[in-house]
């Protein structure tokens, strides 16, 4: 999903609470300039902006630039591409630093102010074109989402919802999110045992594609998870997802 970079929209069985493990300031951390703090709302009130897929995460310490792990590429500088309501950004308001505006996010990570460039929350950065709700129209085989493709005992039945990586739609084979593998929401064959049921990444030939799959109407669920977590062609094309029936928008870069 996502100009080659998936998102783990699919994926994601567990919510964690957000934090940062081993956290280490640089040696060569920087001193901050930072503008007067602006509330979004007369009230105070948290803002929530909605699901960030790896955006950069800029960490302060009592003023000083620091990196998770002393490493400014360690994952943790970066936001979860996980769904769920740890995992929402929200935020009081916003500041310049050294010139650009940031959102502080609010309760992110443990003893450290925590900001995200507002850049990051504009139409550039949630454009979920990139995908689109199919449904089965005959049953059929899918295969394995693995570089050889190959064959599966699984079966996508008639009306079972997938989602479809518009980047491989052309393609002989084609990325496709599979209905969660519970075997009740149009994918059979998977073993029960007893875990957590989300969506996983499959593929499936051209012609299993052409032949045996149509775009889903607007408002067609393709449920990812156990929780209900959803999306739509509608949600999609407003740049979202539908979390415990509310819609949140998704920024990714």
Not at 53 to 60: A, E, R
Not at 159 to 165: H, K, L, S, W
Request: with cysteine; charged share 20%.
């Amino acid at each position: 999903m996502f100009k080659n970079k998936f998102i783990k929209l699919l994926t994601v069985a567990t919510f964690a609470i957000v934090g940062i493990g081993t956290v280490n300031a640089m040696s060569h951390a920087s001193t901050v300039q930072a503008s007067t703090f602006h509330y979004l709302r007369r009230d105070h009130k948290l803002v929530t902006l909605g699901f960030g897929q790896k955006l950069p995460i800029v960490f302060y310490d009592h003023g000083k630039r620091v990196y998770a792990n002393d490493d400014p590429k360690n994952e943790e500088n970066f936001t979860d591409e996980a769904i769920g309501s740890a995992f929402l950004l929200k935020t009081h308001g916003w500041k310049y630093i050294n010139g650009q505006k940031y959102y502080k996010l609010y309760n992110y990570a443990y003893n450290w102010s925590c900001y995200i460039a507002a850049k990051y929350f504009t139409k550039k950065y949630n454009d979920l074109s990139y995908e689109q709700i199919y449904t089965v129209t005959k049953a059929f085989s899918p295969r394995n989402g693995d570089m050889q493709a190959s064959k599966t005992n699984l079966m996508l039945h008639p009306g079972a919802a997938i989602e479809v990586d518009m980047y491989s739609k052309d393609d002989d084979i084609v990325s496709i999110g599979s209905p969660i593998d519970d075997n009740k929401h149009g994918l059979t064959g998977f073993v029960e045992d007893g875990s957590y049921h989300s969506s996983a990444w499959l593929k499936i030939t051209q012609s299993q594609f052409r032949n045996n799959c149509r775009k889903a109407a607007p408002h067609t669920k393709f449920v990812f998870d156990d929780d209900g977590d959803y999306e739509t062609n509608a949600s999609l094309a407003r740049g979202g997802i539908y979390h415990k029936g509310h819609f949140y928008k998704v920024y990714t870069r």
